[in-house]
């Protein structure tokens, strides 16, 4: 084929291709879009155009709603801020209304439904105001009959797009009693009939201010600010009562929040209360006092784990390092019979992305539990801040019932990083005795952390090692430790190794 014949059926090529592109395909787009378009019954209206809507709701009331500074609020029946997502969505709704069909040769409207009884909404932009009336169902499919209030035309809908500018009245209404950004807050005040704290935010932590001074948990403050930001009301009550008939003169739980100032205000930011009622009304609701003249009715399940001991509030955490870079561990019993017995050890290491352990062998999965649980091991409650060797053996932790280390991976030269070094001590009905290294603290952790933390050597044997039969990998004997060894009960019965100054206190 000679240059000048190849560059001409190129150049057909390139053409087809283009026409294909252009026609089919794009121009296809563009024709289905057409189509969308010339079947919306608002063509124009945008979503966020939409600044006003009218409704009557499905338990009867008229509402509506208006679009100020960007937020909905709902200005009848009553005044009230509106919620964003659903009002929204009303107005999305409206906006992208389209129909299925027109009906050709339409009888009167009163025959589909679109008389005086038909839902009527209502809604505005900056430009203009428009209405659409919806009917009945059709008698086949699932669609159902509408009209706007500026055309004669009987038009039919998919009937879950009508379904979508239904609302109850409380579904239109902001349903949480407090409204903040989780990371604005910096000062917190918690009370309760039997105690009161204060925390306040510090260089990204929490600081307990009072009744003492100490460092705060910050597990619990996220949690209890992500339960007060997701708090839902399940009904509202508009015609308070006096507090003395819902408890609200003697709270079940109060909390304020010193909010950080926003960019441009001037002096300090926003601060916001919720007070909960004592008393339990019927249907098991307690009565919310939030940022509004009406009051929140919300269910005793949802407040049933908000911290109301000082205990919550303070430090509770004995390790904390990232599991993954875990690559071995060593668990050190105390012996039963005598002092003067070797203690048992077990150890583990990682290798391919498996645990083994010498000399006993674990079941399979359970090393893997005791390095994950003990890289964010939190107490559930504290013993004392601090003890003498009389209590601290009193209590199994002087010698130590059982010691676990866990160490970061061996470097070409010196000893392996160590992660966390906790003691365990008896269990009795408040718990597991518990101390880290670093910390004087003595805690009690909940006692169901004996199903991943042994708490004796017979407790090992019995709930942690692989029994015969049960599936595990080979294992070869870990002769080496993963760091040097170090005397764990010297003749005084006080553990001689240093404080870990590497754990995360």
């Known amino acids: 084929m000679n240059p000048r014949t190849a560059a001409v059926l190129f150049v057909i090529a390139a053409a087809l291709g283009a026409f294909v592109y252009f026609y089919e395909i794009r121009g296809a787009e563009q024709r289905k879009e057409a189509e969308q378009v010339a079947k919306q019954l608002f063509s124009g209206v945008k979503a966020e155009q939409v600044h006003e809507i009218v409704l009557e709701t499905t338990d009867g009331k008229s509402a509506r709603l208006i679009r100020q500074e960007g937020h909905w609020v709902l200005v009848e029946p009553l005044a009230f801020p509106a919620d964003e997502t659903k009002s929204d969505g009303l107005a999305s709704s409206l906006a992208q209304l389209s129909s299925e069909k027109v009906i050709e040769a339409a009888q009167a409207p009163e025959v589909y439904g679109l008389g005086d009884g038909a839902r009527r909404i209502y809604f505005k932009t900056q430009d203009a105001a428009y209405e659409v009336w919806i009917g009945d169902k059709t008698p086949v499919g699932a669609s159902s009959y509408a009209k706007t209030g500026d055309s004669d035309a009987i038009y039919t809908i998919e009937s879950y797009k009508a379904t979508s500018l239904t609302a109850s009245l409380d579904d239109l209404r902001e349903k949480r009693p407090l409204r903040f950004d989780h990371g604005s807050v910096q000062e917190i005040v918690v009370s309760w009939p039997e105690g009161r704290v204060r ?17 705060g948990d910050s597990h619990t403050v996220n949690e209890l600010l992500s339960t007060l930001s997701f708090l839902r009301a399940d009904a509202f009550m508009d015609e308070p009562p006096a507090d003395s008939e819902v408890g609200l003169d003697k709270p079940y739980f109060t909390v304020e929040l010193q909010l950080k100032p926003s960019s441009g205000e001037e002096g300090g930011g926003r601060r916001l209360a919720l007070t909960v009622g004592g008393s339990v009304l019927g249907g098991d609701f307690r009565a919310l006092r939030g940022q509004e003249s009406s009051l929140y009715k919300v269910s005793v399940q949802k407040l049933a784990d908000l911290p109301r001991r000082i205990v919550d509030y303070r430090y509770k955490t004995l390790a904390a390092f990232s599991g993954s870079d875990v690559k071995s561990f060593e668990m050190t019993f105390q012996p ?6 070797e203690p048992p050890k077990v150890r583990g290491e990682q290798r391919e992305g498996e645990w083994v352990t010498s000399p006993e062998r674990m079941k399979a999965g359970a090393a893997a539990r005791l390095v994950t649980e003990l890289s964010d091991l939190r107490a559930a409650d504290i013993a004392a801040d601090a003890m003498g060797e009389k209590e601290l053996a009193a209590i199994g932790l002087s010698p130590p019932a059982v010691v676990l280390r866990v160490y970061g991976a061996q470097p070409e030269t010196g000893a ?23 910390q004087e603290r003595v805690y009690r952790l909940e006692s169901g952390a004996a199903e991943y933390l042994p708490v004796s050597f017979e407790a090992f044997q019995e709930l942690f090692v692989e029994k015969e039969g049960e599936a595990g990998p080979v294992l070869e004997p870990l002769v080496e430790p993963p760091a040097p060894a170090r005397e764990l009960f010297p003749a005084d019965g006080v553990d001689a190794a240093p404080s870990n100054s590497n754990s995360a206190e």
Do not use: K
């Open 199 to 215: 925390l306040r935010e510090h260089a990204g932590e929490w600081v307990l201010a009072e009744p003492i001074d100490d460092r």
């Open 336 to 341: 039963q019979q005598s002092s003067a017995e």
């Open 416 to 438: 392996a990083p160590l992660f966390a070094e906790i003691h365990l001590g008896n269990v009795d009905a408040g718990g597991i005795y518990a101390r880290a290294s670093d």
